[in-house]
């Protein structure tokens, strides 16, 4: 089982709509949680970070998390075609280093 | 602007060679990372420094080596390239006064085997 599991899609979805992007986990001892957005061609850059069950909101995007069921989600509201790129889910479980785990990212793409 | 930067960009290079990618950073930040990038594998961790005497392997260790330089600088060497070392590879560096809550990435490096 991989440590950080999301689909790699591509989840397409219509201009407007909710977009939805699921991640899990497997080390129940995992604290704090990230997502990162990365356009084609480009470096990744942190949009949200979650470290306590349940919504945290920011703007058009909402981190939500879940940790008996070990479960992460972003969701983006009002989707836009500047919207469409990889997000990848990031797990920092603690320790000596506390070491952060990428996702594969899941690929979204926005229809005009 | 505080930023991360990556030399060279792009590099082609023959199985056997050694090369060097290099990293500087005018963030500030104590904290720095090598990560290679595959698809289907997405971020794989190579090494990370938490300060100029503190360098710890990663995940995906074997065939590289890293020399931190100074605080601002994190060099990834490949001692003797391999086809399959074909990658992106991303710098990144955290600040630990804000509990590493973000990494920071530089703009990668896409190496090229032959």
């Known amino acids: 089982q991989k440590e950080v599991e999301q689909n790699s899609g591509p989840l397409s979805v219509p201009e407007g709509a909710i977009a939805s992007l699921n991640c899990t986990y497997s080390?129940?001892?995992?604290?704090?949680f990230f997502w990162y957005r990365q356009y084609s061609g480009k470096s990744p850059e942190l949009i949200m970070f979650?470290?306590?069950?349940g919504d945290k909101e920011d703007g058009r995007f909402t981190a939500q998390l879940n940790k008996a069921s070990q479960y992460v989600s972003l969701l983006i509201r009002d989707s836009q075609p500047s919207d469409s790129a990889t997000y990848l889910c990031a797990v920092r479980t603690p320790g000596g280093y506390q070491k952060v785990t990428f996702g594969i990212g899941t690929k979204l793409q926005v229809i005009p | 602007d505080a930023d991360v930067t990556q030399t060279p960009r792009n590099r082609i290079t023959k199985t056997g060679k050694r090369i060097m990618l290099e990293c500087s950073q005018t963030?500030?930040?104590?904290?720095m990372y090598w990560y290679r990038q595959d698809p289907g594998l997405g971020l794989r961790l190579i090494y990370y420094s938490f300060d100029v005497k503190d360098i710890n392997k990663g995940e995906i260790s074997d065939g590289y080596s890293v020399s931190r330089q100074a605080q601002a600088k994190f060099s990834l060497s490949l001692e003797s390239a391999i086809p399959n070392q074909t990658a992106l590879y991303f710098c990144?560096?955290?600040?630990?006064?804000?509990?590493?809550?973000?990494?920071?990435f530089g703009p990668g490096t896409r190496l090229t085997v032959l």
């Open positions: 080390d129940r001892g995992s604290q704090s």
């Open positions: 990144a560096t955290s600040d630990r006064e804000r509990d590493d809550r973000e990494q920071f």
């Open positions: 979650i470290y306590s069950n």
């Open positions: 963030k500030g930040h104590d904290r």
